[in-house]
């Protein structure tokens, strides 16, 4: 067997006691689970938390995924910023739908959220980049996301001069930065079971409201 094959079939999933979870005492609406769930995970010492997986189609309807951080959960929906101007603010604007996959292994949890895709205004796109770190304010204003390289020292020119940029103009502008929210139509929660019951509970909207429904795992 190669090494390869030895450390996958070496692993063991969910060794130690997970939370518990009772559907019947979910809230009617699905923000308030996930910000539970969220700042649960938090406290249980799960590693970025906030990252997630965001799923889009590209104009060939192929599926195309990434790891993006989340920037806020609100009424509006799930918030993550990105270049208009990148791989998937290109596929966004021709297809505005987008799915989102939290996993925190430490609760044996996942969340899943699919909707439609909409934009923040300029001035919201702002704020959202200058509330972060120097370092994210130069790797937006590199820009060219998504884009050949054609060498780690062109980046490295390139990254040095931003850098400096965002240091001595903080309040420096990158008009492609856009804000995205996903407004949800379907919200899951997962929660894993070491005997392999898992619970599913998946909240669906229809007619203005949210409709709550157990799957089989």
């Known amino acids: ?69 989340l920037h806020d959960a609100d009424e509006r929906g799930w918030h993550f910023a990105s270049h208009a101007t990148s791989a998937k603010g290109r596929q966004l604007a021709a297809r505005p739908e987008a799915a989102l996959g939290f996993y925190w292994p430490v609760q044996g949890r996942q969340v899943r959220v699919r909707g439609h895709v909409v934009t923040g205004t300029p001035e919201e796109a702002y704020a959202d980049l200058h509330a972060r770190t120097t ?30 940029r965002a240091q001595a103009e903080p309040d420096a502008p990158s008009p492609t930065w856009t804000l995205y929210v996903v407004e949800p139509a379907e919200v899951e929660f997962f929660q894993g079971d070491e005997q392999r019951r898992h619970l599913r509970l998946r909240y669906r909207r229809e007619s203005g409201g949210w409709i709550r429904e157990l799957l089989w795992p």
């Open 1 to 69: 067997m190669t090494d390869f094959h030895h450390a996958l079939h070496a692993l063991r999933v969910w060794d130690t006691t997970l939370p518990s979870f009772d559907p019947a005492g979910a809230p009617p609406e699905p923000l308030a689970l996930f910000h539970d769930w969220f700042t649960e995970a938090v406290a249980a010492g799960q590693t970025e938390p906030h990252t997630l997986s965001l799923a889009t189609v590209d104009e060939d309807g192929r599926p195309d995924v990434r790891t993006v951080m």
């Open 135 to 164: 370092g994210a304010l130069a790797s937006a204003l590199v820009g060219r996301q998504s884009e050949v390289l054609d060498s780690p020292e062109t980046l490295a020119e390139a990254s040095a001069a931003a850098w400096r």
